[in-house]
């Protein structure tokens, strides 16, 4: 597209939107609305950019020094380990969500006895709040009295307890986020089937389209808006994961919220790291919901 068409195209929706009265009122009744997000939402967003270019603390606002707060927190280890330990908790988590998320709605949309009373108990995991859900894996991950632990080891499985050891306990942690979030993303994938018409199914069989392809040709790809809906749902959570890490592993956990947290506010000694990592938290969230959103389709999968 040519510069004069696309000021002539912009031209028209200026002119489309602020031309009619009826529009243009519209547009001031929700002004309001909208400088009250851009306060409470963008104004801390912007201030924490600017904090973390400067050498800040607590009880003052420090002096410029650019890009050296990202440099240094790249090069501190615990960044490096929050960063390392969110990204497999992340990728791994929703990974697996999806796939047994995806199998129990596949599973409850079929016509049994009972299937209300089944949607409803599946929820439940979910209905615990995530402290609640961590402190009580927690107990059963304990060496002395934890039954996981005590299985594990009399199997052999493992010889050492879990969570004296951080890759045993990111591990754990994997686990306990999937029993409490698959059922969220199962009611998704639910909902998503549900809109399937039957009609489509029954053409297919008519056809002579057996399981397999009525899944891999019909099911998945009029699933796809909603499966990138959930997936992008459960990549950010996961990716800000923060009272799962905190409460289970008695802080010893580390992920890229926990250590925000601990730079701002336990310690405060790295009050300007803490600031870039929030940052680079919020910069890298929002990547990922371009790239859902635009690298994967999701946009036109909304839109037809």
């Given at each position: 597209?040519?510069?004069?068409?696309?000021?002539?195209?912009?031209?028209?929706?200026?002119?489309?939107?602020?031309?009619?009265?009826?529009?243009?009122?519209?547009?001031?009744?929700?002004?309001?609305?909208?400088?009250?997000?851009?306060?409470?939402?963008?104004?801390?967003?912007?201030?924490?950019?600017?904090?973390?270019?400067?050498?800040?603390?607590?009880?003052?606002?420090?002096?410029?020094?650019?890009?050296?707060?990202?440099?240094?927190?790249?090069?501190?280890?615990?960044?490096?380990?929050?960063?390392?330990?969110?990204?497999?908790?992340?990728?791994?988590?929703?990974?697996?969500?999806?796939?047994?998320?995806?199998?129990?709605?596949?599973?409850?949309?079929?016509?049994?006895?009972?299937?209300?009373?089944?949607?409803?108990?599946?929820?439940?995991?979910?209905?615990?709040?995530?402290?609640?859900?961590?402190?009580?894996?927690?107990?059963?991950?304990?060496?002395?009295?934890?039954?996981?632990?005590y299985v594990v080891n009399t199997l052999g499985i493992i010889s050492q307890p879990i969570l004296s050891d951080r890759v045993l306990l990111l591990i754990a942690a994997i686990g306990v986020d999937v029993w409490?979030?698959?059922?969220?993303?199962?009611?998704?994938?639910?909902?998503?089937?549900?809109?399937?018409?039957?009609?489509?199914?029954?053409?297919?069989?008519?056809?002579?389209?057996?399981?397999?392809?009525?899944?891999?040709?019909?099911?998945?790809?009029?699933?796809?808006?909603?499966?990138?809906?959930?997936?992008?749902?459960?990549?950010?959570?996961?990716?800000?994961?923060?009272?799962?890490?905190?409460?289970?592993?008695?802080?010893?956990?580390?992920?890229?919220?926990?250590?925000?947290?601990?730079?701002?506010?336990?310690?405060?000694?790295?009050?300007?790291?803490?600031?870039?990592?929030?940052?680079?938290?919020?910069?890298?969230?929002?990547?990922?919901?371009?790239f859902f959103i635009y690298g994967l389709g999701m946009q036109t999968s909304t839109e037809e």
């Amino acid at each position: 597209m040519s510069v004069s068409a696309e000021k002539k195209r912009r031209g028209g929706f200026f002119k489309r939107e602020f031309g009619d009265p009826e529009r243009r009122t519209a547009y001031y009744m929700v002004m309001p609305a909208v400088l009250i997000i851009f306060i409470v939402a963008f104004f801390p967003i912007m201030y924490a950019m600017v904090l973390s270019l400067t050498d800040s603390t607590v009880v003052q606002t420090g002096p410029f020094v650019g890009a050296a707060n990202y440099v240094e927190m790249f090069q501190n280890p615990d960044f490096l380990e929050g960063l390392t330990n969110t990204a497999i908790f992340t990728v791994v988590s929703v990974t697996l969500e999806f796939l047994i998320g995806l199998g129990i709605a596949l599973a409850i949309n079929q016509a049994f006895k009972g299937r209300g009373l089944v949607r409803a108990a599946i929820l439940v995991p979910w209905a615990f709040p995530t402290v609640i859900s961590a402190v009580m894996w927690r107990l059963m991950f304990q060496d002395q009295v934890g039954v996981i632990n005590y299985v594990v080891n009399t199997l052999g499985i493992i010889s050492q307890p879990i969570l004296s050891d951080r890759v045993l306990l990111l591990i754990a942690a994997i686990g306990v986020d999937v029993w409490k979030t698959t059922p969220f993303m199962a009611l998704l994938l639910l909902a998503g089937l549900q809109t399937i018409s039957a009609d489509v199914y029954e053409a297919a069989r008519v056809d002579g389209a057996n399981i397999l392809q009525r899944f891999f040709r019909i099911t998945l790809p009029l699933l796809k808006g909603t499966i990138l809906v959930a997936v992008l749902f459960r990549t950010l959570d996961s990716y800000r994961i923060f009272d799962l890490f905190w409460a289970m592993s008695n802080r010893e956990l580390e992920s890229l919220s926990t250590f925000v947290y601990k730079s701002v506010r336990v310690s405060q000694l790295l009050f300007a790291q803490g600031n870039a990592a929030s940052v680079f938290i919020f910069v890298t969230s929002f990547l990922l919901a371009l790239f859902f959103i635009y690298g994967l389709g999701m946009q036109t999968s909304t839109e037809e």
